[in-house]
C-alpha cells in the first residue's frame, strides 16, 4: 500500500503542534538533514515566532559535511554507509553537542530516482531523535514515490516521531 504524500497543509500542521509543544516546554531543536535539503528546518520556520523553539538546521548533504559539521566519525560511514541508523544517531548526537537545544531531528537517506543499493533502494530512509533524557533512536524507513514524495514523507516521520518523544517526556 502506497502512503498519502503529505501536503504543505497537514505539515504545516504537523510543525505548528510541535513548536507549540516545545515553546510550552521552554526547549529548542535543532536539525541536521541530509536528504531532505533542510525541508524540515524549513517547516520549522515558515511558522511565525518559531525563534522561540527553533535553535538551527544544518543540511549536511555530504560524508564531509556530516564529519566536519556533526563530527560523524568517518570509520562510522565507511562501515555502516552515509543511510544507516549509526549514521544518523551520530547526526544527532553530534548535533545536540555542538548546539544550544534539547531535541535534534537527523534524517539521511536515498531520495532518488537513482542511488538505490543492493539492501538500501531508492526510498530508504534512517531518521534518529535525541532529546533530554532519553537513549538516541533511530528508525528505518521504506518510502514509495518520486523524489518529492521521499522527502515529504521523510519530513512527516520526523515530525510525528518528535511529537511522539515529546508527548512520552517530562519537560526540562
Known amino acids: 500500500m502506497t502512503a498519502t504524500i503529505p501536503d504543505d497543509a497537514s505539515l504545516n500542521v504537523l510543525a505548528t503542534s510541535l513548536g507549540q509543544k516545545l515553546l510550552a516546554r521552554g526547549e529548542m531543536i535543532g536539525t541536521a538533514e541530509s536528504c531532505t535539503g533542510g525541508l524540515i528546518a524549513k517547516l520549522m520556520t515558515d511558522i511565525a515566532g518559531s525563534s522561540g523553539w527553533f535553535e538551527r538546521g544544518i543540511v549536511s548533504y555530504s560524508n ?21 541508523g549509526p549514521t544518523v544517531i551520530a547526526m544527532a548526537d553530534g ?12 534524517v539521511s537517506g536515498i531520495a532518488g ?14 531518521i534518529a531523535w535525541a532529546g533530554p533524557g532519553i537513549a538516541t533512536s533511530s528508525s528505518r524507513c521504506q518510502f514509495e514515490g518520486d523524489r518529492d514524495a521521499v522527502r515529504r514523507l521523510t519530513a512527516e516521520a520526523a515530525l510525528k516521531g ?7 517526556t517530562v519537560p526540562v
Open 64 to 84: 564531509g559535511a556530516k564529519q566536519e559539521l556533526l563530527g560523524v566519525p568517518a570509520e562510522t560511514i565507511e562501515t555502516f554507509g552515509a543511510v544507516s
Open 95 to 106: 548535533l545536540k553537542a555542538r548546539a544550544p537545544v534539547q531535541w535534534t531531528v537527523s
Open 113 to 126: 530516482p537513482g542511488g538505490g543499493v543492493a539492501g538500501k533502494p531508492v526510498g530508504t530512509v534512517f
Open 162 to 168: 518528535l511529537l511522539d518523544l515529546l508527548d512520552a
